[in-house]
């Protein structure tokens, strides 16, 4: 287990400067320190996100960097926010599932839609990581193979079997336009 | 099936799929307490130790420490089969068994004070797997229990609960036999079902007496009745369910985690909630029971079996929840499978110094049955049959029987299964592809594939109460009060399709409370495959309850018989005559309508499932892939296609199919520590490796309820590890008669290694594998010792 220091309540870091970080279109600075809201040198994304944002669709299974759940776009590449340091994160632009919807109509993004379409989730926990990985992989490659797409959701671990569901709704977006 | 379903058996938007996909389902974690306060466990770094002395001073001095609880600060609560596991103990008795609570403002402050807690242990001997527990002198890891053999049978089970399987005159049986094999086998691999979402819960306690509980748990309801035992039936629990990431049986195991937060919630005043660390939920959480027979088998040469004879040895680990439980269905299953007149099948449930087995998907049959049927294997290898067509015959028809849990006999009344087997093998290529017992299907340099089949079923589908409520709403809606928590199977969904069918209004206009037990009534919770005919029962019976309540208040008020009333979309008519009619709006907005359903267990009939598969063995590396699984099974009505593509899917995650190929939990037997708790080193399967899969679904009308179908979700795991077994076999020539086959057991029976080249192996239980290097068979096969009294493999 890691083990993570506590900060005294209330220290302030020597460190003044905010980290600039961009979630789901919205500018936050944020303030290094242990009081509610700042970010502690130990915070990771995933930490900031859920607890510190309130954007509690980014899941923790893991938190080593193994299963994907913990998986958010920043700048275009899919990444694990369990394994990056907030502290790391200034002047990232990061979207997490709560970031995919159409801003102006509400509207669901396609893989969202295909993902209810064809049922590709049974618990659902693993499926805000699956979803922005395959965002992330039709964000480089809107039209990939199913080899590539299976290459691209290797690194997220699916329990209740969902894979196949999964991979019939990515298809079904990366096929369009074809 | 042809009918004229408006919803039955159409793929319906799942309740909770916008929430799923935009992450607004909110689980455990993801909600917000006012005030609250984070609990950690402390937990033992040895496998056997009496606690001399607790030195908590450091810890409570912290700033942020709330609490910290020892044995010492505790009534002498206690769980378990039998009651007597206690929620703190002075002696801790496997690798992270508790030691202490802390209650702090933040999870990190809570895990420093752990750092700070001093604990003078006197560390005992221990015993880690069937063999040194039972050893005479054996160290005892319950002083009530000086052989560390658990009594039998579980009180929630009645008196007679189900022990073991004796009937009819098993020497007679033997005399009968055109052939005899025995040997021990085992399953030991006590995988992990491992959901992604570990285990929690968030406690409020409320004085005097009454906590408020809110988790990670698959039945909520059953919570509330095991948490009032543990607190010596002095507390009143309200529990709450959230949306479940994945339970997979684990997760009605957890009663130690809520039991400390009611304790630090208790001693602080403030709401706490604990929620253990993945490498908790690895090393502390339950893994499957590990399994091991000696067994004699006696069969015809035409495969019919005469004889049933031996001991099923299970290893619980450090305590039972529900390992008795899972012995009697586990018992009640194998004679589901092995259709047999004369049994005399034992059991003895032993602790051990490690972390808990409980429930699983396979509930014991799986476990049974993956150390049964490789001796079925030999069997039907020397009378020279086609393990499909054995397995098939076996299986439990109408006419046949079997025990049950409660130790009655069942006439079964479900219906032949030989169709979906028959399709299931016509599906997969079975008798093209079959070449006999130790045969490969093709061979490429030093590819080998191999075949494989299994099967199961369970009569679990009708098993244990369910209560349900149906309110209906004078603008044409309805209400569901039910206690299920939302644990992946789309159940909750399936409930609201089967009240839209009675009620003939559209899914979207039916509601559905929490998983209250302060809202709903009684549930035991969607485990085993009972959602389906159960659960299902209980809320078509609330529906239909008040169904009849409308039509008989539209009887009063059009002047015509009940009987003569149908209702749709909100409107009560009359049959053949629809311009006479009463809106339910005329019940008025001041007028509640609510229908009471109750289901009553019911043991008289099963689910089945058959499993083919097809693996490529590399004999260079060792290395074993599954290349085709087809599953077969008969549900007698499909209520959501794609809910249940899912599940049969599940086949090879949580501890199923894979438990055979790669996945197991290492022991190190020196320490007792778990080496492998992490998704690193813990391997699973990726999207990178998929088998291509086949379900034959076929749909046989049930006796059960109004849409006669029945629930097949729990046994999709437990048919497959013993056929990869014998795929395996099939594939080298020789048998594979250990979980799971890795490389280096692969290579082992090929003859090319040998045990001293392999270290991890020490970590394993294991048999000597007789006929190491005779591939192409000849030698005696069965693997002999291991087991107690020094029994010998042999064949008649």
Same mark, same amino acid.
């Given at each position: ?28 600075? =944020? ?79 396609? =893989? ?19 979803? =922005? ?46 | ?44 770094? #040895? ?73 003078? #242990? ?149 709401? +706490? ?6 490498? @908790? ?147 997969? /290529? ?14 490429? /340099? ?22 349900? #409520? ?16 939302? *644990? ?12 839209? @069918? ?16 302060? +809202? ?56 053949? *005559?629809?311009?006479? *009619? ?62 249940? @593509? ?6 090879? /995650? ?53 849409? *006669? ?28 008669? @250990? ?49 107690? /009294? ?7």
């Amino acid at each position: 287990m890691a083990t993570r220091k506590a900060s005294k309540a209330g220290k302030r870091a020597a460190d003044a400067r905010p980290i600039d970080l961009t979630v789901n279109r919205q500018v936050y600075q =944020l303030s290094r320190g242990s009081r509610p809201g700042e970010v502690e040198p130990f915070h990771t994304l995933s930490h900031t996100l859920r607890e510190t944002l309130g954007l509690t669709g980014t899941k923790i299974s893991c938190d080593e960097g193994a299963c994907g759940c913990c998986t958010v776009i920043m700048d275009g590449k899919a990444v694990l926010s369990c394994k990056i340091l907030t502290v790391e994160c200034g002047g990232k632009t990061v979207t997490t599932i709560e970031g995919l919807k159409d801003p102006k109509t509400g509207e669901f993004d396609a =893989l969202q839609q295909a993902f209810i379409d064809y049922t590709a989730f049974q618990c659902g926990f693993c499926t805000p990581g699956m979803i =922005l990985t395959a965002k992330a992989l039709l964000n480089e490659n809107p039209h990939p193979r199913e080899d590539e797409v299976k290459e691209a959701l290797s690194g997220n671990f699916c329990r209740c079997v969902s894979h196949y569901h999964v991979l019939r709704a990515v298809m079904s977006v990366a096929d369009k336009g074809r | 099936m042809g009918n004229d379903y408006r919803y039955i058996g159409k793929a319906i938007k799942r309740r909770d799929a916008e929430g799923i996909v935009t992450g607004a389902a909110q689980y455990l974690d993801d909600l917000k307490f006012q005030n609250l306060l984070h609990g950690k466990v402390m937990r033992s770094p #040895y496998a056997h130790a009496l606690i001399k002395s607790v030195d908590k001073s450091k810890a409570l001095a912290l700033p942020g420490v709330k609490a910290v609880l020892t044995w010492a600060d505790i009534p002498d609560y206690r769980g378990g089969t039998p009651r007597n596991v206690r929620i703190l103990d002075k002696k801790v008795r496997c690798v992270g068994d508790v030691v202490a609570l802390v209650a702090a403002t933040t999870e990190e402050i809570a895990e420093e004070a752990i750092a700070l807690i001093d604990v003078e #242990y006197e560390v005992l001997p221990a015993v880690f797997d069937i063999d040194s527990a039972l050893a005479p002198g054996a160290p005892a890891v319950y002083d009530e229990f000086p052989d560390n053999i658990l009594p039998g049978g579980t009180i929630i089970y009645g008196p007679n609960c189900l022990k073991g399987v004796v009937r009819g005159d098993v020497e007679k049986g033997f005399t009968e036999a055109d052939v005899i094999t025995e040997g021990t086998f085992g399953y030991e691999n006590i995988p992990n079902a491992l959901p992604p979402e570990s285990v929690g819960a968030v406690a409020v306690w409320e004085e005097p007496d009454k906590v408020t509980i809110q988790g990670t748990s698959q039945a909520p309801y059953m919570d509330k009745v095991t948490l009032f035992h543990v607190f010596n039936r002095q507390i009143e629990v309200r529990s709450i369910g959230c949306q479940v990431g994945g339970g997979f049986g684990t997760k009605f195991t957890c009663w130690q985690v809520q039991s400390y937060a009611i304790l630090l919630s208790r001693a602080t005043g403030r709401p +706490v909630k604990v929620m253990i660390s993945k490498e @908790e939920h690895m090393a502390t959480f339950v893994l499957r029971v590990g399994s091991r027979i000696h067994a004699r088998v006696g069969m015809k040469k035409d495969g019919t079996l005469t004889a049933v004879q031996g001991t099923w040895y299970v290893d619980t680990g450090y305590y039972s929840f529900t390992t008795q439980a899972q012995v009697a269905i586990g018992s009640g299953e194998l004679m589901i499978m092995a259709q047999c007149p004369n049994w005399d099948l034992k059991n003895i449930v032993v602790v051990t110094n490690r972390n808990a087995s409980g429930a699983t998907r396979g509930f014991g049959g799986q476990e049974l049955k993956c150390a049964f049927i490789p001796l079925l294997c030999l069997a039907m290898e020397k009378a020279g049959l086609d393990p499909f067509e054995v397995l098939k015959k076996n299986f439990v028809k109408p006419g046949g029987g079997y025990y049950w849990r409660d130790g009655n006999w069942f006439d079964f009344r479900g219906i032949d299964f030989s169709k979906a087997m028959d399709k299931g093998a016509e599906t997969f /290529g079975w008798k093209e592809k079959w070449k006999g017992w130790l045969k490969p299907v093709a061979v490429n /340099g030093a590819k080998r594939r191999g075949i494989g089949v299994g099967v199961h079923g369970n009569a679990d589908i009708g098993e244990d109460a369910s209560e349900a #409520y149906v309110q209906l709403g004078y603008n044409g809606t309805a209400t569901i009060f039910l206690c299920v928590a939302e *644990h992946g199977t789309g159940q909750k969904s399936n409930y609201i399709k089967m009240v839209a @069918e009675v009620l003939q209004i559209p899914p979207d206009r039916i509601s559905m409370t929490p998983a209250d037990s302060l +809202v709903t009534p009684f549930e035991f919770g969607p485990v085993g495959s009972r959602g389906t005919y159960a659960i299902g029962s209980a809320v078509i019976n609330a529906a239909e309850d008040a169904r009849r309540q409308i039509l008989e208040m539209a009887a009063r008020k059009l002047g015509t018989p009940p009987e003569d009333l149908d209702t749709a979309d909100g409107v009560v008519f009359v049959k053949g *005559h629809p311009e006479k *009619h009463m809106k339910w709006r005329a019940m008025g907005n001041d007028r509640t309508i609510l229908g009471y359903g109750r289901f009553d267990p019911d043991f008289t009939m099963c689910n089945c499932m058959m499993s083919f598969v097809e693996v490529e063995v590399d004999t260079d590396t060792g290395k074993v892939d599954l290349v085709r699984v087809v599953n077969a099974t008969d549900v007698g009505q499909i209520i959501d296609p794609p809910g249940l @593509e899912g599940q049969l899917n599940g086949c090879f /995650g949580s501890a199923g199919i894979d438990s055979a190929i790669f996945e197991e939990t290492i022991l190190d037997h020196r320490t007792g520590h778990i080496v492998n708790a992490n998704m690193i080193d813990y391997k699973w399967r990726t999207f990178a490796e998929l088998p291509v899969i086949d379900n034959v679904v076929m749909e046989t009308p049930f006796p059960s309820h109004r849409f *006669h179908a029945v629930g097949v979700g729990e046994i999709s795991t437990s048919p497959g590890p013993s056929a990869v077994l014998m795929a395996v076999s099939n594939a080298i020539g020789a048998w594979m008669h @250990e979980y799971p086959m890795t490389p280096d057991r692969v290579l082992k029976a090929l003859g090319w290694v040998e045990d001293a080249h392999l270290p991890l192996y020490e970590g394993r239980p294991g048999y000597p594998l007789a006929g190491r290097g005779s591939a192409g068979g000849g030698g005696d096969r069965v693997p002999a010792g291991g087991c107690p /009294g020094n029994c010998e493999g042999g064949t008649k």
